[in-house]
């Protein structure tokens, strides 16, 4: 019985150790920002930078975790997908951006994995009603 248990957690480190050999999640760019939206204040950027630039943005602060497979998988595909969906550095691709401030008045974003580890992204509901609104005043202006 012992001696399964054991066996049981050195497969289980060799395979934690196997999976760490895999290339995909180890892609941690940050290409240079093209253009930012024209925000309508700082306030607005500093909030969307706090809740959204981890995923939304090419100045993605890449933890520690983000190293260690499997949450790397995870963090490089949120990064991939998020990116080209919206991303804050690169304005002139963004194709739909009315959604920007629906998805936040919705709390659909920030995503709610992300807020485990990013207490700094769990907005108030102030904080929240004033990025809703800087973000569509935002859009207004481009
Ligand atoms: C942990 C990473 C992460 C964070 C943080 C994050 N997003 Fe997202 N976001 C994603 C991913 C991944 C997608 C693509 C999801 C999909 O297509 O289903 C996405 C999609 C979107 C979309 C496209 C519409 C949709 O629902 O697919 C918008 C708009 C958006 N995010 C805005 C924001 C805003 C604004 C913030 C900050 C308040 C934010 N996101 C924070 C990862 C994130």
Redesign the pocket.
Known sequence: MKKTIIMIIVGLLVLFGLIQLIPFGHQHTNPAVVQEPNWDSPQTRE??QQ??????SNETVWPWYSNVAPVSWL?Q??????R???NFSDWGRVR?PD??????EEG????P??LIM?PE?R?TQAEKDA?VSG?QATVRRQ
């Open positions: 909030l969307a809740a959204c630039f981890d995923c939304h963090v595909r949120d990064v991939n997908d998020g080209r969906r919206v739909e959604e920007i401030p629906e998805v936040v659909e974003m920030p995503l994995i992300f990013h992204a907005l990025l973000l």
